[in-house]
């Protein structure tokens, strides 16, 4: 019986197929899901900011996009992964709220997109697909069997990218 594994906010995991993996509220936060296609097995990273080097405690690598991408792919090579055959897709980065001043949460989620796509050009790591921006918080639910990347967002239509 397949199961869906569930990962939190600056968390990762990795699934074999038949297994799902999902995670909730992508808002300004990245939730970046890789996949061996060859294999079927993939995993899910959801990061909260883009540099580990930007923040005093910065033990989680998963918070990150500098170090949760590499740190996915890392365990996926461990389950017998080979990044030439890894391919990504990528959901979140909106901007929730409107700030009056330039503060540091101010263009977050556009920041997480840039960093995990600068992430994932350094590991040569192509994205397939994307559903980044806008205002509004996503819930993304993967399938590492077929690179399904399912979007879901309160008020608007499912998707598949």
């Known amino acids: 019986m397949p199961q869906t594994v569930k ?5 990762l995991n990795v699934v ?4 799902l993996i999902t995670t909730i509220g992508l808002g300004s936060c990245v939730g970046i899901a890789i996949r061996d296609e060859q294999l079927g097995i993939g995993g899910l990273v959801h990061v909260m900011l883009p540099n580990s080097k930007e923040v005093k405690s910065n033990e989680n690598k998963a918070k990150f996009a500098d170090t949760g991408i590499p740190e996915l792919v890392s365990r996926l090579e461990k389950m017998g992964c080979v990044k030439r055959r890894m391919v990504a897709k990528i ?3 909106a901007t929730m709220f409107a ?3 330039k503060s540091e949460l ?3 989620g556009d920041r997480n997109v840039a960093a995990t796509k600068t992430a994932l ?3 040569g790591i192509p994205i397939k697909a994307e559903d980044t921006g806008a205002n509004y918080g996503r819930t993304v639910v993967f399938n590492p069997e077929n690179g ?3 979007i879901k967002a309160v008020g608007k ?3 598949v990218i």
């Open 106 to 108: 101010s263009g977050i």
């Open 16 to 19: 074999k197929s038949p297994d």
């Open 148 to 150: 399904d990347y399912e």
């Open 157 to 159: 239509p499912a998707k």
């Open 121 to 123: 050009k350094a590991l």
């Open 99 to 101: 700030f009056q001043s």
């Open 91 to 93: 959901a979140g980065g």
């Open 7 to 11: 990962v939190g906010i600056a968390d």
